[in-house]
C-alpha cells in the first residue's frame, strides 16, 4: 500500500513539475512593460549617482535643484511600439526566452526611432523582467 502510495505521488509531482515548466513566451505588452521597467531602473540610478556627484561641488558652484532639464528629459524615455519577431526558450538550461523584438522608442521629445533589440525575458512574480538586453546592429 505504501509503494502504491509513492508512485502516485511520485507521478503526481512529475506531472506537476514538467506542466508548470512550460510556461507561455511574453506577449509584446509584457515585452514593453520589461523594457519600460529596466529604463526605469536605470534612470534612478542615474539620477542617484548625478546626486551624489553634485554633493561633491562646492555649493557655491552647484546648480540649484530641478533646473537642469536637458538632464531630465534625456533620461525620459517613452516607448511607441512594440512588434515581438520570434521568442526562442532561453538556452544551456538558463530561465525564460530569448526575444527579438522591434521597438519604436522616443527620447527626450524627439521623433521616434526603431531599434531591433535582444533580450531574455524571465518571470518574475507576476511580471516579466528583461535581462542581457542588447540593440542589435541593422543590415548585417
Not at 15 to 29: I, K, Q, R
Not at 48 to 60: D, G, N, S, V
Not at 63 to 81: K, Q
Not at 124 to 131: A, E
Request: aromatic share 4%.
Amino acid at each position: 500500500m505504501r509503494a502504491d502510495r509513492r508512485a502516485v505521488l511520485g507521478a503526481a509531482l512529475a506531472l506537476a513539475v514538467t506542466g508548470c515548466s512550460h510556461e507561455p513566451e511574453p506577449d509584446e505588452a509584457a515585452i514593453r512593460e520589461a523594457i519600460e521597467r529596466l529604463h526605469q531602473e536605470w534612470s534612478a540610478e542615474v539620477r542617484k549617482a548625478q546626486k551624489i556627484q553634485q554633493a561633491q561641488i562646492p555649493e557655491l558652484f552647484r546648480s540649484p535643484p530641478g533646473v537642469n532639464l536637458a538632464f531630465e528629459a534625456s533620461l525620459e524615455l517613452r516607448i511607441t511600439s512594440v512588434r515581438k519577431i520570434r521568442c526562442d526558450p532561453a538556452p544551456n538550461g538558463e530561465l525564460g526566452y530569448v526575444c527579438v523584438a522591434v521597438v519604436g522608442a522616443s527620447v527626450a521629445g524627439q521623433a521616434p526611432v526603431l531599434q531591433n533589440i535582444q533580450g531574455r525575458f524571465v518571470r518574475g512574480g507576476t511580471k516579466w523582467l528583461v535581462h542581457d538586453l542588447v540593440v542589435l546592429k541593422t543590415g548585417g
